[in-house]
């Protein structure tokens, strides 16, 4: 299903922004440096801003058409936008604004419970936003979008204004709330990691033209990521997994990845997961060491055997992409690659420290 297509053009003084590029994956991250066109694509397809030409669809009905004249305003498209700041109505408590987005509802009282509870809100439905931390404040402004009947959510820098803790946190509540909702979400992030451990597809954005979406693995593999405005520090391996096992006596969790692939063992977080709860998994790929053999003698109990489907370099160090079941990223001196003589095709073990795994609910 194409949830969004943009084939459309805006010019304002010194900034022109050019899509033509449909949206098919239903978590879609934008990416690119400041004054790229990521809020102008938002505004957009939000109706906050009207194009000079072309058309613009989102679920399969024609919000825009220059050609005809046709623009729907944004009060009529069902589109949630969630800006950075939450902006919250002040005097009203939280149940007041999620009720104010409920007002055009189509859904049934059991919807408005599910997502009160969905987003974890149901403790703070008396409290106002000045009460609220910055987490909160996001949760509600989630909710209250979600409650305008949305047949598309918009998340603008959601994680701007939250310390680490607290987006570890909200990042947990998006993803169930994605798993559990059947509607198409774009955020914009600044923060590829966070943007990763949300989405499907990501479009890079620079000087107004976004690409047209790609996964990270394609988006590595193309050498486009890397050579992107300098931005990628790191790489990160993001894997959906359920929870298999908790051995706290032994201070571990065992993930299953997907049928064939490993079983990764996890730092016991005092036993906070349940058996078959879905989780994400990030590993850096600086935390991913590679060796011919595996090792007995060594406290690094994931050790995964695979075999390499690309090596290639980039500035001062070697990306390995290799298939262990699932698809892992290595980031390795120039140095230790010549050692091992790596190249594709090559059988490697991919060593990873259960201390070097974040796990997400």
Not at 174 to 196: F, G, Q, T
Request: hydrophobic share 40%; with cysteine; proline share 4%.
């Amino acid at each position: 299903m194409n949830y969004v297509k943009l084939d459309t053009e805006l010019h304002r003084e010194g900034f022109s922004f050019r899509a033509n590029l449909k949206i098919e994956s239903r978590v879609t991250g934008i990416f690119g440096p400041s004054g790229s066109g990521k809020t102008t694509f938002m505004h957009l397809l939000a109706g906050l801003q009207k194009p000079d030409k072309g058309t613009i669809e989102i679920c399969n009905e024609q919000f825009v058409n220059s050609d005809t004249r046709t623009f729907i305003p944004a009060h009529r498209r069902g589109v949630g936008y969630v800006f950075q700041e939450g902006r919250l109505f002040p005097h009203l408590n939280v149940i007041q604004n999620l009720r104010y987005g409920w007002k055009k509802n189509t859904h049934s009282k059991a919807y408005f419970d599910e997502i009160i509870d969905l987003l974890e809100l149901r403790d703070l439905l008396h409290s106002h936003p000045a009460q609220l931390s910055g987490g909160q404040k996001q949760r509600v402004a989630i909710g209250r979008a979600l409650m305008s009947n949305a047949r598309l959510l918009l998340l603008d820098e959601p994680f701007t204004a939250l310390d680490v803790s607290l987006k570890k946190q909200v990042i947990g509540l998006l993803n169930r709330m994605i798993r559990h909702l059947n509607i198409p979400v774009i955020i914009v992030s600044h923060d590829l990691k966070d943007l990763l451990m949300l989405t499907q597809q990501i479009i890079l954005i620079k000087n107004g033209v976004p690409e047209a979406p790609a996964s990270y693995l394609e988006l590595i593999n193309n050498r486009k990521l890397l050579n992107f405005n300098g931005w990628v520090t790191n790489y990160y391996n993001i894997i959906d997994g359920t929870i298999r096992k908790n051995l706290p006596e032994k201070g571990i969790t065992q993930v299953n990845t997907g049928t064939g692939g490993p079983i990764l063992h996890i730092e016991c977080d005092a036993c906070i997961f349940e058996v078959n709860d879905p989780v994400k998994i990030s590993i850096r790929g600086a935390d991913v060491a590679l060796s011919l053999a595996p090792f007995k003698d060594i406290s690094i109990q994931n050790q995964l055997p695979g075999t390499i489907e690309s090596v290639f370099q980039h500035r001062s160090h070697l990306v390995c992409i290799v298939n262990c079941g699932i698809r892992i990223i290595s980031r390795i001196t120039i140095d230790s690659g010549a050692n091992l003589k790596l190249e594709a095709g090559k059988p490697v073990y991919c060593l990873i420290k259960s201390l070097a795994i974040e796990t997400y609910l």
